[in-house]
């Protein structure tokens, strides 16, 4: 998160065109705007995991991200790039959920087994 944040600060400053002052406060908006997006799509993501299948939740977690970040690419307009944002906070938030709802459980590795 660190590397994308520096990334982006570096963008809007060269190439948006942004003052250094103005560039922080859209990234600490940004960042916030991504971390809630993020989180009110992991909530829904729950249901799906019953109702579409692994490869359609993740395919679509990674056209959302990637339509958010096409979105950041191609405007300078400040609400377009924080929409941008909540998109591929929306895609990560559904695709940590169901990348984490698929991994395995090992639970059963730290029990100690009596004989």
């Known amino acids: 998160m660190i590397a994308v ?13 942004m003052s250094q002052a103005e560039a922080q406060r859209f990234i600490g908006q940004a960042l916030a705007i991504l971390g809630v997006a993020l989180l009110l799509c992991a909530i829904p993501a729950k249901q799906l995991v019953d109702q579409v299948s692994r490869k359609k939740l993740v395919f679509a977690s990674g056209l959302i991200a990637c339509t958010g970040t096409i979105v950041i690419l191609l405007t300078r307009e400040y609400a377009a790039m924080m929409i941008g944002g909540a998109l591929v906070g ?10 984490g709802h698929s991994l395995p459980k090992l639970s059963h590795l730290g029990k100690l087994h009596a004989t």
């Open 90 to 99: 929306a895609g990560v938030g559904i695709y940590m959920y169901r990348a």
């Open 5 to 17: 944040s520096i990334f982006l600060l570096f963008y809007v400053i060269d190439v948006v065109g």
